[in-house]
């Protein structure tokens, strides 16, 4: 039987969780360098930066990410945070600095849904449990296609960027659905660590597709709304002189 050691280290219980902080030296510096992302060239980025510099702490160094070695469920929303928040503050950090990097907003759509479905595959999810280089290229990828897809949207027409979000919510809603649905747990690496918090591997994995399917999906599905209102609704004429 294997033994799982991933880069947050061992699945920990009910009673030690909240003592996992991670203090990894090269963590930190990650930390500093994202927090003085050129502030000082562009200080009314810095709201954005700081923010984002917080929730990487969170992900990566506070307990949060002990956790994730326990359940597959916090696993899930580790990765939401990616997509979700982490991303888009990067993008409001780096600012104009992104203005010549413009990809086109179809193909990273694809690709966003292609890395987050690959890195739920448990083949490749047991091998990022395992080892830290692989850990470390699931966080960058997941982040990185995310953020390409946040700059896309952003320059993208209104009914264009809802479409996209839309076909967004459609691929986590069947992510999410085949995991509550599945009728037995994919992922080794938690078999054995979820009975300590009271749950059963399917469970927990239930639970995990419960969080992509109902807060991932209700996240793309509200900034979708948003977008097609904001594109049904006329924009104020001028006023006559």
Sequence with gaps: ??????????APDPGHWLARWNFDP???????????L??????????SQSCATALFAV???????????????????????????????????????????????V?????????????HFNPLYELALSNDAVFWAMQASITLSAMAWWLALGRAASLVAAASTLATTIQMGLLGALLVFAGRPFYAPHWFSTQVWGLSPIEDQQ?????????GSGAYLAIASALIFRALTPSPRPAVA
């Design 207 to 215: 639970i995990a597709g419960l969080v992509i399917w109902v807060l």
């Design 107 to 119: 193909p990273t759509t694809v690709v966003q849904a292609g890395v987050f479905w690959a890195w």
């Design 26 to 36: 090269v963590l930190i510096i990650v930390a500093i360098a994202l927090l003085g």
């Design 59 to 105: 992900i990566f160094i506070s307990p949060l990410c002990a956790l994730g070695s326990a359940l597959f469920s916090i696993r899930a929303v580790h990765h939401l945070l990616l997509t979700l928040a982490l991303a888009p503050l990067l993008v409001a950090a780096i600012g104009e600095r992104a203005s010549t990097f413009r990809p086109g907003l």
């Design 38 to 47: 050129g502030w000082w060239k562009h200080p009314a980025t810095l709201r």
């Design 1 to 10: 039987m294997p033994v799982w050691l991933p880069y947050c280290g061992s």
